[in-house]
């Protein structure tokens, strides 16, 4: 097992779409277990292998509460078949750090994906789960959250993304 550096923006791998995965072997399996790895420790509730410099379209997901056991999600080639209702909550990015938002998302979605054996699977997910699900998906397609918001709200998170950077270059 080991920690991955996660990367932040504005790396230029987010911005690219990950290709599809074909070989379901023993690296897959290492990936995955390394990015859950890397998902607990941050903490987050999802990463997707982009954010750790891996332009596959994996991803994990957990988003059970501190009280509950885990429910590790792992996602390979993931693909939102249906999508109902809305939402609007805060959300955050590990490539993103410091910076959050409300976005507009769908409130339920039935998800197909493969598991590490490539077999085929479908899930419907509602709440947090869903958020993350479609978080960790636009993360596949290169799509940050922050591409979500308005073009106002977007050159008021690169102004305060500029000053986060010149202020963390005064530190060090
Ligand atoms: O992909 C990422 O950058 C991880 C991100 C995913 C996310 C899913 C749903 C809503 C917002 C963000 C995070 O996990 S940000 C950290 C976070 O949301 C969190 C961390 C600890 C406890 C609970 C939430
Ligand atoms: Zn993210």
Request: charged residues 25%; hydrophobic residues 40%.
């Amino acid at each position: 097992m080991a920690l991955l550096q996660i990367r932040h923006y504005p790396d230029p791998l987010l911005k690219q779409p990950a290709a599809p995965i074909e070989h379901f072997d023993e690296q897959l399996r290492q990936l995955a277990e390394d990015m859950a790895e890397t998902m607990y420790a941050a903490p987050g509730v999802g990463l997707a292998a982009p954010q750790v410099g891996v332009a596959l379209r994996l991803a994990v997901i957990d988003c059970a509460a501190k009280d509950e056991p885990p429910a590790l999600l792992v996602l390979v080639n993931p693909q939102i078949v249906t999508s109902e209702g809305e939402s609007c909550e805060e959300e955050g990015c590990l490539s993103v750090p410091g910076f959050y938002a409300k976005v507009d998302r769908s409130s339920r979605v039935r998800v197909r994906f493969q598991d590490l054996d490539g077999s085929p699977k479908l899930i419907e997910a509602e709440g947090l789960t869903a958020i993350a699900c479609q978080h960790e998906i636009d993360h596949l397609d290169g799509v940050l959250f922050v591409d979500h918001l308005s073009p106002l709200k977007r050159s008021l998170f690169r102004k305060k993304w500029q000053k986060l950077q010149e202020r963390q270059q005064e530190v060090m």
